[in-house]
């Protein structure tokens, strides 16, 4: 029985706002004022998942992306390094939107039972932050939700949103047969420069990368990264820019990858030779898109569809030449967002299977693990490749046949290291890139011209009430409201190549309309259309 008291007590110093609260796709996300109650509610659920799952480690992060500065979020971190189940997100809306101390406190035993919770079993939680000024005070709340419960609590500080996901599956798995690597900020580091080590032997770059960090925690760490990379004459001449975190007020602006991917160009801030690869990273360093200008001056994006295609290309060429081709399965996971044209690259071209999920890593994750290596991305460049432990096993086993089988087998070997199994890792995501370009000889153009994307665009439309839009398909069509999608399927006939949908967003008050189509100005028109027939729904 936890002690009531203590926890109303604790409670009644972070009394609750008065707003409606919802743990969505990215967790609690607002101005960071508002999330006092909200993360110590948070505490109290990290500490029944704790207990649930028999001590396992929990995580908390709290962290706010690519959202402006005097934004802040918080969402929890399940014991294998994924997202919070998803069964648990409404106990966390439930817990966030109790009306006083003593329901909060009501509905804290109520799950406990309900859930059949040993309230006696241990609970271990590790929190981290990004960079934001409000983070500790947002971390002391977190602090005194786990005091009250018992729950024993360690705090890595500034991490990464995948360092601490990696941490959360290191510890978990210490000591078993999936052990995935040493429990600390150095062993990540680690980790990853030897796999990169490995996975390049020979090889050689063709130039350097310049990294615009969004001023966020990515900055730090990647400076930190480079001392274990190492830098002899043959090594990855990374070009930090956009690294400080000590001007809390430049987080996310005018740089980082959602304003790249949202603007469709580089930020004024990066400075770049013509065909210079750049990319950049987001806020809490889990996305990552590359870009460049090409000779006349042209920016280019190379999107998270662009890293999947590169990815499954490269790994689908590793398998065959390794001679595990027949033994593994690949598949790419995408969301509708992702461009049509690379779906059909895929499925055509490298004659890879696409599935398409509903929006939200969680969704993309938990369909790639249905596959052996499992490539899934975001077209806004979050994502990750996921490897079976059968395939795991398999690379590890097979006796090669040939020199050319067992250097595929080495790189292949070395990219289950190098990729961050938990979740998608903007720096583990640039070194793949930077290893699979240097593989292939290739330059961004030569990334580039694997296939053209169509001409898109993605509207947002205010509507007077979002949760009216219920689609299906893994949100390729609307259901409800009764009617529309057959407005949306008659405009689409109209244009060539036309592919349009709607649905509410997960994360703002509004609905999204996408559309792509043969030409630009068809793409502008198709949203154009959809979008009424949106607003007038
Ligand atoms: P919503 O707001 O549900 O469209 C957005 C992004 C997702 C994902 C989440 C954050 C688009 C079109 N949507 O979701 O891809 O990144 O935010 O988890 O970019
Ligand atoms: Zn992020």
Redesign the pocket.
Known sequence: MANKEKVIAASAKHPRPDRIFSYG??GFRMKANLLDSVVFRVGLLAALRSRKLNGQTIGVMITASHNPPEDNGVKLVDPMGEMLDQSWETYATSLANATSDEALFTLYEKLTSDLKINSEAPARVIVARDTRTSGPTLVASLVEALTATGVELTDYKILTTPQLHYLVRCINTKGTQYEYGEVSEKGYYEKLASAFKKAMRSKKFDGGVVVDCANGVGGPKLNELIKYLGRGEDGLAIKVVNDDVLNPDALNVQCGADFVKTNQRAPPSVKAAPLERCASLDGDADRIVYYFTDKSGQFHLLDGDRIATLAASFLADLARQSGLSGKLSIGVVQTA?ANGSSTQYVTEHLKVPVVCTN???KHLHHAATRFDIGVYF?A?G?GTVLFSPQAIKHISQHEPSSPAQADALETLHSLTDLINQAVGDALSDLLLVEVILAHKGWSPENWLATYKDLPNR?VRVEVKDRHIFKAYDAERKLESPVGVQSLIDEAVGKFSKGRSFARA????DAV?VYAEAGSRGEAEDLAGKVASIVRGA
Not at 505 to 508: I, K, V
């Open positions: 796709t990215a967002y929006t939200g890593v975001e806004n979050h993605l967003s997960g994360t703002e999204r």
